[in-house]
């Protein structure tokens, strides 16, 4: 008895002294911790979390935050609808107002961009750690996230202008200093030349690639960017882009209508895709899953009838959000064949009508039936991919090039044969290629696909914008001051009194 | 050891001298005049001594002068000079329970000198109230702790805090059940098997727990053996719960004319007919069809317990089931638990002697096993209560054309019987039948295993060394099944179309390692010196693995289990973890000191040091001190010729810092976040996933503990013989360097660094009465508790200062937290009234640029800049109580017992949350009625409007009703049979009762329940339609073998 007592006192005295530092480490097993040297298969899930922005947009950070359709409420194809004006995603009926504030603005949009920021910046770090990754396929993983980041700061930098920019992961206070918008636009076409420049992505994806952006996507967003920036000086080489892409791409229009069901997905006019699949999106989890709420969203409250414009039946019900504005389908001449691929019209008592209803609704990425397969929320689970560049708009980039803004052409495309080939697809007869025709013609071709608006303020037709329809519950006017949304104040209270603090947009 | 051999020996000398006299007598009570055995008789200044026989006899040897001690628990000491040798004595019951032992951390002290807040509640407490969860067992009886129900969910927890919110993170108290820390709640015990709750509310008290104890602790002491002759108790009730009220909603005739007047005031043509509104009668009261009316609940408990010199021992099992009185009835909120306790004490050896005295072995085990299902509760978004108080009262329960229904959705819900459920009409969204949704072929259960057992050895070495070392383990194992067969009951998220199954298990286990040495001592009479040091050790680990499944080969409940899933590998899903990820270990040292004079002037200090695997590598060690100090003004000489009313006064202060350890694991680093994946191809064979992770956070080494420091003081006093106790506490308590994510903006990309940037400040003032008494056979106890309770978010430690929690669809947020302000509460506009009339409105709009038109509301403009905006919120207040109280009533007269305990809670708000801007057809509360129609009608209730719902119906004052209730939580009547009609039968004693919960409730919230608090703490006080308590009428039984 004794022994065993004494045995229990000097096991009571060992532990009163053997508790060390090493007691107290642990280690996770479920994660590796960040930083270090990087093998390709860390640089390749480093860029995987990049690409995975692109899903996020519909349901951005909790925010019905879509950025075509954002773009289009702002523009004048669409109203805002759904259930009410302030009372059903009142940020977005500020929006289309133009009565925007710092706390009623596209906040979920400005979250996951950075974050495609923040994550392009790591993948561009882990390359510049690889240990035994092939030269070759790193160059194409750095062009590819050096396009990625400029794709996302390019939707902040047309949302918001004047924006925080930083490439490095920011050290203490965590701060990064605020750009002019002016000085972003260098950044992006320092980012996209670094993409283009020595043919590290290929022209085009294949069957094996599709997803994954190329040097055509590339040049599109080049061309974008400058267009929107008017910044003449690099009209040509953007012009030469879109002249290599026509040449050189091997893209084609293919039939409109097609474009826009599952089987036109990665298509022949297809250059850049966000790929959506019906899984994993679920309430409460904005950050992960493949599928889209665009589709529900944009669809007809409770919908049972048939597509008046098509005779379609494929289509089912949504939140009825952003229904076409009235005059739409007349801008379509007889016989466009765009016409019933872009707009759906329902009966009346059909569907309930909510706020704004016109009987119009966007179709290209409408909710069709059983493209929503998902287990389990629905409603944020259609596949629709959300089609980025297109092929018709590297066509319509060179004609308005050459026409409205007087760059000479290059090769065999001219503005007439670009024109021609878009009209010739939609089967309805060619139009010369002046100004105004290739401008109603961009208008036609990518309605419902977040590119007006945009298109407008950079030709200065803002007085289009301007309207006061009690009817439709609109009254709004454009000033120059709309270009720049005002940025989220809580970015910017977090900067107060440091020398990074952010400047407010006079909105 | 030659040195202690010495001491005895001289002892030995020293004693054997003086004995020249044998003295014996008899010692009886008082009252009774019964012998008492067991009474300690010591000759004062030795360690000569006896215990009186069975018969109260005793016999002892002894010096003429000697003074001998007559000593028993619960009696009054008496001191006698011998003068012969027969001596008789008679004991008083004392009526003081100061000579009581509470149990404190790592030890036991006597009530009289306890200096610090300590608040405890008994066995006996809790006899009248058949609790079902150990929370209900302090509910209101213990000032300083506010509980707050989660909802009348069968087996729904409690919050409970401790001295208020410590910190906007984990401010949950640390439960130690006989030493033993518990994780993950405490729901395992059966509160049958508890024989004391001891609250450490102060710092002082709480700091023997160092790094866990910012939040309070409560210890748990569970029922050991009483030596004696074996006894059997078996104790049953049976019980019959009800809601104790409806929501008031709009009947269907009320519901069309509202909904037309609205449409009307829109410019919209009306919907319903004057012929529709004459033949519409009250239609369908959805609470009516949804609530589970007489839903029964049961406990049964049975329990051994006896011992004798070498072992004692107590063994309990107890049975409880809850049906719940929202879908108890379709088996969705049920609550099962089965328990088994064992608590064994093993004396060794008990040689009397100095050096290795004695030895105790014991081990305490229990194990329980709960089955549960509960619906989702408190939510705006379809749920069962949700949609009870919002679907149309024009829909009839069962669709009045099935035929249709079923053509156009083939897997419309039916009943049992095959009736088909009606389906929404257009515009209800995810709101349904709520009679429907019990119905649909889904069900789920969870399931909870756990083990707690605790093996110890306490060793006498030498004259008050004692020491005592403990192993013990917390296994627990729990997880849910479930299954969702396809079904339609409303477009809008209650289509489902696929089977689904899914199943989780998790496994945590926890060891405790610990060992203390005590030393006790008294110096010249009235030195009482206690000396505690000791160390302990824990880890914790867990594993879990989930699965789940789509398409079921078959819709049949018995084989909904994944094997019978066939889904697409993608949509498929497995989870899991293993140890690593979630281990935490703690390691401590800790030591105190008591000292008292005389039992006049107390002072304790403590000290625990605590390293924990969750501190940044720069903070590993934590160090928290605490003293404490006390007067007992009544043993003071210059006291005794105080009134003879005035029996006794204590003063008592206290500082002390505690930390909290609950920060969560690895907050020090940066993990990457993984599966951040992308497909890539397309196609069935070239389409591939590409997996994706990107690091999730910014890192902070340097993160550690919160700390808590807290200044308390107290004053206790006894009147009137002791009959009457009162007990006074006043505090402050800082939480300083509460966790918070560092204010960075979004836009650096990541989830930002936690820090501890934050602080937080808890003052209050507690009093505790009680008053026992009798009149001639009727005796009576009254004890009455209220805290004040203050609370300032002082330094949230972000930019703004502000923080935001909890909203609702169509609102947004409106709860939160500010710096300098109650944390949390609800923000939003303040409203002025209404427009009365035209000229009202046109003054209106053309201040602030609006289109008000007379019906609507007017908003403060509380900046003045002629403008409402966003600016011009401001706290519109607050879900937490200012004041919670709680008072027992108890009478007995000859064999009957009558038990009443009220609580209730001033000061509080609740956010009533009734309509959804965007379904503008849901019901609407009664109190719509008294909307505003025309100049003068309401001066609060805006006229109906959908156009104008989104400007009228902002989070505002509105939404905010008073909270503010008392309810009779339970009475109880007993009758215990006399002892004349049981002595024939082997029952010793036989007591029945009749019992009510949540029998009267007054309040003037409209809602289910005033005590509204699902979700986490911010949500305290939002009403979406909680889940109300139920009113229970319960018969039962205690009987004694």
Known sequence: MKNYIKAIFFAALFGLTA??????????????????????????????????????????????????????????????????????????????????????????????????????????????????????????????????????????????????????????????????????????????????????????????????????????????????????????????????????????????????????????????????????????????????????????????????????????????????????????????????????????????????????????????????????????????????????????????????????????????????????????????????????????????????????????????????????FTERTWSESKKYLPIPQAEINKTQGTEFELVQNNY | MKHVLGIFLFLLTLTSQAQNLTVSGSVTGAADGAPIPGVSVVVKGTTIGTITTIDGDYSLQAAQGDVLVFSFIGMKAQEHTITSSILNVVLEEDATDLDEVIVVGYGVQKKSVVTAAISSVSAEDMEAAIPSRIEDVLKGRVSGVQITQSSGQPGSDSKVRIRGVGTINNSDPLYIVDGMAVDGGINYLNPSDIESVEVLKDAASAAIYGARAANGVILVTTKGGKSGKMTLNYDFSYGWQNPWKKKSVLNATEYMVLMNERELNDGKNAIYSAEDIAGAGVGTDWQDQTFNYDAPVQSHQVSLNGGSDDVSYYLSFGYFNQEGIVGGNYDRSNYERYSVRTNTTYNVFDAKRDLFGSLKVGVNAAYSRILSSGIDTNSEYGSILGSAISFSPLVPVYAEDPDQVLADHPTAVTDKDGRVFSIPPAGFQEIANPVGMLNVPANGQDNSDKLVATIWGELDIYKGLKFKTSYGIDLAFWGADGYTFPHFLANQGKDITRSHVYSNMHRGFTWQLENTLSYTKTIAEKHNISLLAGQSAREYTSRHLYGDDYDLLETDPNKAVIDYAIADRKDERVAGGTDGTTAVTLASYFGRIDYNFDERYMIQATVRRDGSSRFGIANKWATFPAVSAGWNVTNEGFMDGRPAWFNYMKVRASWGQNGNENIGNFA?????????????????????????????????????????????????????????????????????????????????????????????????????????????????????????????????????????????????????????????????YQTDGLIQNEAEAAAYNSQFGKNAKPGDVKFADLNGDDVIDTDDRTIIGKGTPDWTFGLTLGGEYKNFDLNMFFQGSVGNDIFDYSQRGDIGMMNLPSWMLDRWTGEGTSNSIPRLSSDAFGENWVASDLYVKDGAYVRLKTIQLGYTLPKSILSASYVKRLRVYVAAENLLTFTGHEGFDPEVASGDYTSMGVDKGVYPQARTISVGANITF
């Open chain 2, 668 to 828: 020090y680093t940066s993990l990457m976040n993984g599966n951040q994946n992308y497909y890539f191809g397309s196609g069935e064979n070239d389409e591939y996933m590409q997996y994706g992770s990107s690091p999730a956070r910014i890192a902070n080494p340097d993160i550690m503990w919160e700390e808590s420091e807290q200044t308390n003081v107290g004053i206790d006093f006894r009147f009137f013989n002791s009959r009457l106790a009162v007990g006074l506490d006043y505090y402050e308590k800082k939480t300083n360097g509460m966790l918070m994510d560092v204010p960075i903006p979004t836009y650096v990309g990541k989830e930002a660094p936690v820090a501890n940037v934050g602080d937080m400040e808890n003052s209050g003032f507690e009093i505790e009465v009680s008053y026992k008494d009798n009149i001639g056979d009727f005796s009576y106890n009254v004890s009455a508790n209220a805290s004040y309770l203050k609370n300032v978010l002082v330094n949230l430690g972000n930019e703004s200062g502000i923080i935001w929690h909890d909203g609702a669809q169509g609102l947004g947020s409106f709860v939160r937290g500010e710096n300098g302000e109650s944390y949390p509460h609800f923000y939003g």
């Open chain 1, 19 to 472: 508790c060390g530092d090493d007691f107290l480490t642990v280690q996770p097993t479920d994660s590796q911790e960040a930083g270090g040297a990087a093998t390709e298969g860390a640089i390749l899930a480093n860029l995987g979390a990049c690409y995975q922005i692109l899903l996020f947009d519909s349901y951005a950070d909790f925010n019905y935050n879509s950025v075509t359709l954002m773009s289009d409420m702002m523009g004048d194809d669409v109203f805002k609808g759904g259930g009410s004006a302030t009372g059903d995603q009142a940020m977005l009926y500020y929006l289309s107002q133009y009565t925007a504030t710092d706390v009623e603005t596209p906040a979920g949009l400005w979250n996951i961009y950075y974050s495609g920021l923040s994550r392009c910046n790591n993948a561009i770090t882990a390359c510049e750690n690889a240990v035994d990754v092939d030269e070759d396929k790193l160059n194409q993983y750095k062009a590819e996230a050096h396009f990625l980041r400029a794709y996302y700061v390019h939707w902040l930098w047309k949302y918001w202008g004047n924006i925080p920019y930083f490439e490095e992961e920011l050290p203490k206070p965590y701060l990064a200093p605020q750009f002019t918008a002016d000085q972003v636009y260098a950044e992006i076409i320092q980012d996209l030349d670094f993409a283009i420049a020595g043919d590290k992505l290929p022209m085009k994806t294949n069957v094996s690639t599709h997803g994954r952006a190329s040097l055509a996507a590339a040049m599109m967003l080049k061309a974008r960017v400058v267009m929107y920036q008017k910044d003449a000086s690099k009209y040509s080489e953007v012009l030469a882009d879109m002249q290599r892409i026509y040449t050189e791409g091997g893209f084609g229009l293919g039939d409109y209508a097609k474009i826009w069901s599952r089987e036109g997905e990665f298509g022949e006019g297809s250059i850049f895709e966000a790929n959506h699949l019906p899984e994993g999106k679920d309430w409460g989890e904005a950050w992960s899953g493949f599928g889209t709420n665009l589709p529900a969203f944009i669809s007809p409250n409770e919908l049972k009838g048939t597509d008046l414009l098509s005779g379609l039946d494929i289509y089912q019900g949504g939140w009825g959000f952003a229904p076409v504005r009235p005059e739409m389908v007349d801008l379509f001449e007889d016989g466009d064949t765009r016409m019933s691929a872009s707009i759906n019209q329902f009966a009346a008592g059909t569907y309930t009508e909510r706020f704004q209803n016109t009987g119009y609704f966007i179709a290209k990425y409408a909710a069709r039936k059983e493209y929503n397969d998902a287990p389990y929320g629905t409603d944020l689970n259609y596949e629709n991919n959300l089609r980025i560049f297109r092929y018709a708009e590297a066509l319509l980039n060179a004609a308005e090039l050459m026409v409205i803004h007087g760059e000479a052409p290059a090769g065999d495309l001219t503005a007439q044969v670009a024109l021609d080939e878009i009209r010739t697809r939609a089967k309805v007869d060619p139009v010369a290629a002046t100004a105004e025709n290739i401008k109603l013609e961009r208008r036609r071709e990518f309605i419902g696909e977040g590119i007006r608006y945009w298109d407008i303020v950079r030709w200065g037709e803002t007085d289009l914008l301007n309207e006061n329809i009690p009817e439709f």
